[in-house]
């Protein structure tokens, strides 16, 4: 039992840390253990070393570990990104040699493919350019999106880059400049998620989905016939498929469980590799479903972000929105682009205000009619969301026409695009 307890026990503890290293704050588990631990980790102990590390060296060595931190946090390198490489290999390779022999011909092509994709997609999201905005790609970029008068409004600069930002973008201070439609900062890239590759993003993690839960499975399935090839009535749930030898004492859990280790010990890297792909697999399924349902709302992390801000800004009061019709609005062409390959234009203006009451400078603000204050999220309009399968659309072919291009320079005939296809579907989220 000890190398597989070991093991276990190992994978087991680094999961429940990052766990607690990563949830420990959320309020949900305020005044819990898990919250102390938290504070434990982030407060107490790095505050206790740094006391002792003053009376040792007189604080030299805390303040190295703090560039460090500072640099692994916020500076552009591969080192995660190599860590994820080596992670996949490593693992390959302590799992092949043993499970190759037990493999049918059907699964060793399939497996094959299962390992080529996750580096196929790895390279692709992290040396496709995210979608950078520069002079030259500006004009290119502008026509990506309209503003939606809520999220994103037109004029604003990026301080860095000295450019128009244009909708949906962001400034990433790790890459150090502004991405199109941008996502987040994914370390384990090297590289932001935006515009042009999330969709390598997307495919990524559902073949490393893929990929742990078949090499997870199959290892499960090998191990489980090398233990039945001796203990016949040994299988992996007993109560219900060898419910004789379960129920005659034959097998109790003690046995169960001491088999179990005598089959993961006959192959104990192979029997580790598997572990831990069956404990990462619900992290990578969940964080696939995570960003498939983002899509499917039509909106990325950071304005995800955004919209739970604006929530927090109408449970205190003060926002307010007010109709505006595209069709008669004239754009300022000095801070909006002409023309935008999306289907459709904001119709809605959105703002918050500080006293709590209704804007008055209306002059200054597009849009017709009475503001009305806004108190839920599912009471706006996201312009960004326009049905599932062309969300899909956008996010797989980031320059697809949604419409014929009537030239540049041309205002938007939004009658012809139809007003049904709507505003995009209203946010229930
Ligand atoms: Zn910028
Ligand atoms: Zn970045």
């Known amino acids: 039992m000890g190398t597989i307890a070991i093991i276990a026990a190992v994978i087991l503890g680094i999961s429940f840390m990052t766990?607690?290293?990563?949830?420990?704050r959320l309020p949900a588990l305020r005044n819990t253990p898990i919250s102390f631990l938290h504070r434990l980790i982030w407060i107490h102990l790095p505050n206790s070393l740094i006391t002792l590390d003053g009376f040792l060296t007189g604080g030299r060595l805390s303040n190295s570990v703090t560039r460090l931190a500072h640099y692994l946090w916020y500076d552009q390198h591969p080192t995660i990104l190599i860590f994820f490489f080596l992670l996949l290999s490593v693992g390959e390779y302590l799992y092949l040699p043993h499970a190759w022999p037990y493999l049918s011909s059907t699964h060793k092509t399939l497996g094959v493919l299962a390992i080529f994709f996750p580096y196929l997609f790895l390279y692709l999201s992290a040396f496709t350019d995210p979608g950078t905005i520069n002079p030259q790609t500006h004009v290119r970029e502008m026509a990506r999106y309209p503003y939606d008068f809520s999220l994103?409004?037109?004029?604003?600069?990026?301080?860095?880059?000295?450019?128009?930002?244009?909708?949906?973008?962001?400034?990433?201070?790790?890459?150090k400049k502004c991405i199109g439609r941008m996502d987040h900062h994914c370390i384990f890239i090297n590289n932001c998620v935006g515009a042009n590759n999330q969709r390598w993003f997307i495919l990524l993690l559902l073949s490393t989905a893929i990929l742990t839960l078949y090499g997870g499975v199959l290892g499960l399935q090998i191990i489980r016939a090398k233990i039945q090839a001796r203990f016949p009535y040994w299988s992996l749930m007993p109560w219900w498929t060898s419910r004789q030898a379960w129920e005659s004492g034959e097998l109790d859990l003690h046995r169960w469980l001491v088999l179990w280790s005598w089959g993961l010990q006959s192959g104990v890297a192979m029997g580790s590799v598997t572990l831990l792909a069956l404990l990462t697999t619900p992290l990578v399924w969940g964080l696939?479903?995570?960003h498939l349902w983002l899509v499917y709302c039509g909106t990325t992390t950071n304005e995800s972000m955004k919209w739970q801000d604006w929530q927090a800004e109408m449970d205190e009061g003060g926002v307010y929105k007010r109709r505006m019709d595209s069709r008669q609005r004239e754009k300022d062409l000095k801070v909006e682009p002409a023309w935008t390959r999306?289907?459709?234009?904001?119709?809605?203006?959105?703002v918050r205000t500080d006293d709590g009451k209704p804007p008055r400078s209306s002059h200054r603000l597009p849009g017709e009619g009475e503001?009305?204050?806004v108190w839920r999220l599912k009471d706006v309009e996201n312009l960004y969301d326009i049905g599932l399968w062309d969300n899909l659309v956008d996010v797989f072919s980031p320059y697809f026409m949604f419409k014929e291009a009537k030239g540049r320079g041309s205002p938007v005939d939004e009658r012809e695009f139809g007003r049904e296809r709507g505003r995009g579907r209203r946010r229930s989220s």
Request: hydrophobic share 40%; net charge negative; proline share 7%.
């Open 19 to 24: 766990f607690v290293a990563f949830f420990g």
């Open 152 to 175: 994103f409004h037109p004029g604003t600069t990026c301080e860095t880059c000295h450019l128009l930002k244009p909708a949906r973008s962001k400034h990433c201070s790790i890459c």
């Open 288 to 290: 696939l479903g995570y």
């Open 342 to 350: 999306w289907p459709v234009e904001a119709e809605q203006v959105m």
């Open 371 to 373: 503001w009305e204050a």
